[in-house]
């Protein structure tokens, strides 16, 4: 297999182009036509995980390899693509029209725990077939979509957010009660989307006196009742980052959001996020981040730094 697909290889492989505000540190939302991609003499694309989330809506039969899966689309479906599980659509010659939008978790960020909705999980349904009017209710929200993001409307992207939440809601209303169909087969998947789950329950944190309780591999892997080097091998083999890297990431990404919106002190973040010493806290966010909190803080508040569109 080949390697994950980040949403900058997306866009230079598609357009040979990166947009400028493709920031690992601010959410990131795009619609697109699928016209272009579909049909005879369409470019196949590798079976693969790509880094980001995508919600794709297809109009004729076609074939999708997923996990290990082979899922057939007879007449017209959506499908909720994760971070989690290589896919690729195997046939495309019979799909006369469609669209897909792309994001990343921290585009959510503030905005609900979309992740944990059963459309992402191992026993829910990433693939749910539609029809024709069914197709049609999803082909409104995409309209939408692609006529918001070329506004000038200056909460443009809150909107969009709450137009991707409403298409998620409307296939959870149409997801069969037994979805077992399509759990991966993988248990590894399983167990990573378990931890990937626990690690984001944890998240928001309220205020100071919350502290998040569990901060490393091995306080994730006596939660989930397995041992430390089972979960490791699974979230590396899963998410291609080791589980400490997606710990420091969640952590990292709260610390800035909190520094951010919210006016406790730096001492009173460290502790919420689980560092006995301000010291601990300082080092550890001027590796992950390359400044140091009151750097970051004071930046934020002088408009030298973004956190999200």
């Known amino acids: 297999m080949e390697k994950i697909e980040t949403l900058k290889d997306f866009y230079q492989n598609k357009f040979n182009w990166i947009p400028e505000n493709l920031s690992k540190d601010w959410g990131h939302f795009n619609v697109f036509k699928l016209d272009p991609y579909i049909g005879i003499g369409a470019k196949t694309v590798p079976y693969r995980r790509r880094d980001y989330y995508k919600i794709t809506l297809v109009k004729g039969s076609g074939t999708i390899y997923y996990a290990n899966k082979i899922i057939e689309v007879k007449e017209n479906a959506i499908v909720f693509s994760n971070p989690l599980v290589p896919y690729k659509w195997d046939t495309t010659e019979n799909l006369s029209t469609g669209y897909f939008c792309i994001f990343n978790h921290d585009f959510f960020q503030q905005y609900g725990n979309f992740s944990a909705y059963s459309l992402y999980q191992p026993s829910g349904t990433p693939v749910i077939e539609l029809s024709d009017v069914g197709y049609e209710s999803f082909q409104v929200i995409f ?49 990573s989307m378990l931890f990937l789950e626990l690690l984001e329950r944890q998240f928001p944190i309220e205020g100071p006196q919350n502290k998040i309780k569990l901060k490393t591999p091995s306080d994730f892997a006596n939660q989930l009742a397995v041992h430390v080097n089972h979960l490791n091998r699974a979230v ?9 890297q997606l710990i420091a990431d969640r952590i990292s990404q709260e610390a800035k959001l909190i520094l951010s919106h919210g006016e406790w002190t730096i001492a009173d973040i460290a502790e919420a996020l689980g560092f006995n010493e301000i010291s601990y806290f300082n080092h550890f966010f001027k590796k992950q981040v390359g400044i140091s909190p009151a750097k970051f803080r004071n930046n934020i508040h002088h408009g030298k730094t973004k956190i999200r569109e």
């Open 143 to 191: 309209e939408r979509m692609l006529a918001e993001i070329n506004s000038t409307y200056i909460h443009k992207y809150d909107m969009l957010r709450n137009l991707a939440l409403e298409m998620m809601h409307t296939a959870l209303k149409l997801e069969p009660a037994n979805s077992s169909r399509y759990a991966p087969g993988n248990a590894n998947q399983k167990i």
């Open 236 to 244: 590396k083999e899963t998410t291609i980052k080791t589980t400490s």
